[in-house]
């Protein structure tokens, strides 16, 4: 591992319902799972309180990483992930 606090990065297993969603959203913008989940993630800001967001984090040693401190994201960003 090549993590400074060796720490592991968690890798979800999905529910089913989360898979079967995932995937035909896939495939309605023609990209792969990984990068429609990717959008997902840049889109989350627009949608949840950063405030509460970054009171529950338990982690503060990537804030400077982390989308939640970006606000929305730029739309050529997203544009860009799924090209």
Request: charged letters at 20%; a positive charge; one cysteine or more.
């Amino acid at each position: 591992m090549n993590n400074t606090n060796n720490k592991r990065s968690y890798t979800p297993q999905f529910s089913r319902m989360a898979t079967i969603a995932v995937r035909r959203l896939a495939w309605a913008i023609s990209r792969n799972m990984v990068k429609t989940v990717d959008a997902i993630i840049l889109l989350l800001p627009r949608l949840l309180d950063k405030s509460a967001v970054c009171t529950a984090c338990q982690d503060n040693t990537v804030c400077k990483y982390c989308v939640f401190n970006y606000g929305d994201v730029p739309p050529q960003e997203l544009v860009d992930l799924l090209n």
